[in-house]
C-alpha cells in the first residue's frame, strides 16, 4: 500500500499523476490518493470577495486561517472542484476511484484549533474564531471496507474534530498520518518542485536522500509551507513507513519517478 498526497499549487499536472496511477493500479498495486486544493481556492476566495488571509505563527509556520465562510469556500473548492474533478480523471481511464474528505465516515479526527497565534506587524496576536486543527487520529474502516472491494479512495481536507465539527487540517500532515495508520510502504508527497531543495528556488540543488533519523534538521532549508512536508516526512518514518518522496508533479509519470528515486528521498 502507497500513499500519494499530490499538492495544490500551480503548475500540477493531475492528468499526469492519474495516468501514472491508473496503469499501475491497473497493474495491481494499491493506492491511496490525497490531495489539496490552495490554489484554487485563493481564486475562488478571490472571486467571491473573501480573499485569503495567511498567518504566520511565532514559530514561522504560515497557514490558512479559516474563518466559517472560508471553511465553506474551502469544502467547495477541495471537496467540490478538486476531488470530483480527480475522481472523474480516474473514472475516465477505467479506475473506480471514490472521493471523501476527512469528515466522511470520520476518516480524519483530531482536535479543533480556535484560536491561533500570529505574528502581525511584529506583534503576536491571538485570533478566535478559527477552524483549522492537526489529525490526531485515522479511522481507517471504511478506507479497509474500500480497498478490500477493489475502490481507489481519493481523500481530501477537511477533517471531523472530535465534536463534529470541519476543520482545516494539513493535507501533507495528514496524508502523513493516514500512512503510518495503514502501515504504508511509502508516502509520496508530490508538488510542483523536484523535491526539497537546499537553496530554493535553484532546483539544481535538490537533495537527493535524508536519513530517516536526521529528518528535522533539515528544516531549516524549507520555508514556509514545504516545512509541514519535512515535518509529515519526520511523522510518516518516526511511525513506520519505511520510505517517503518528495516528487514533482509536474509532468511525467510523477508517481512512477517517485518511487523509482527522483525527488527526495527519506529513510
Ligand atoms: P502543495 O500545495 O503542492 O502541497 P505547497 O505550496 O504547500 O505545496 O509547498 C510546496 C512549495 O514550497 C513549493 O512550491 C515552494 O514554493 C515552497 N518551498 C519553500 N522552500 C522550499 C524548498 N527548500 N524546497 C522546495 N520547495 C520549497
Not at 492519474?18 to 499501475?24: I, N
Not at 496576536?125 to 472491494?149: F, M, P, S, W, Y
Not at 514545504?226 to 516528487?247: H, T
Amino acid at each position: 500500500m502507497i500513499v500519494v498526497k499530490v499538492g495544490g499549487s500551480a503548475g500540477i499536472d493531475y492528468d499526469a499523476v492519474c495516468a501514472d496511477l491508473s496503469a499501475r493500479v491497473q497493474a495491481g498495486e494499491k493506492f491511496i490518493l490525497v490531495h489539496g486544493g490552495s490554489g484554487e481556492t485563493n481564486r475562488v476566495a478571490e472571486a467571491l470577495g473573501h480573499p485569503p488571509r495567511f498567518v504566520t505563527s511565532p514559530s514561522g509556520y504560515t497557514s490558512r486561517f479559516t474563518d466559517r465562510q472560508t471553511l465553506e469556500i474551502f469544502e467547495m473548492v477541495y471537496c467540490g472542484k478538486m476531488n470530483k474533478g480527480i475522481v472523474e480523471r480516474l473514472q475516465r481511464l477505467g479506475v473506480n476511484a471514490v472521493g471523501l474528505s476527512g469528515l466522511d465516515g470520520r476518516i480524519f479526527e483530531g482536535r479543533h484549533k480556535d484560536s491561533v497565534r500570529a505574528v502581525e506587524n511584529g506583534k503576536v496576536k491571538v485570533l478566535r474564531g478559527d477552524h483549522t486543527g492537526t489529525v490526531e487520529k485515522v479511522n481507517t474502516g471504511l478506507l479497509e471496507l474500500l480497498l478490500n472491494a477493489g475502490y481507489l479512495p481519493v481523500l481530501t481536507p477537511p477533517a471531523a474534530s472530535y465534536e463534529g465539527v470541519a476543520i482545516n487540517v494539513d493535507g501533507d500532515r495528514a496524508a502523513a498520518a493516514l500512512a503510518v495508520a495503514l502501515k504504508a510502504d511509502a508516502l509520496l508527497l508530490l508538488s510542483n518542485v523536484p523535491g526539497l531543495l537546499r537553496d530554493y528556488p535553484d532546483e539544481a540543488s535538490l537533495i537527493r536522500e535524508i536519513p530517516a533519523n536526521d529528518v528535522e534538521s533539515y528544516l531549516e532549508f524549507a520555508q514556509d509551507r514545504m516545512k509541514k512536508k519535512v515535518l509529515g516526512a519526520a511523522e510518516a518514518v518516526a511511525g513506520g513507513v519505511g520510505r517517503v518522496i518528495f516528487g514533482d508533479a509536474r509532468a511525467g509519470q510523477p508517481v512512477s519517478a517517485a518511487l523509482a528515486g527522483a525527488g527526495t528521498v527519506v529513510s
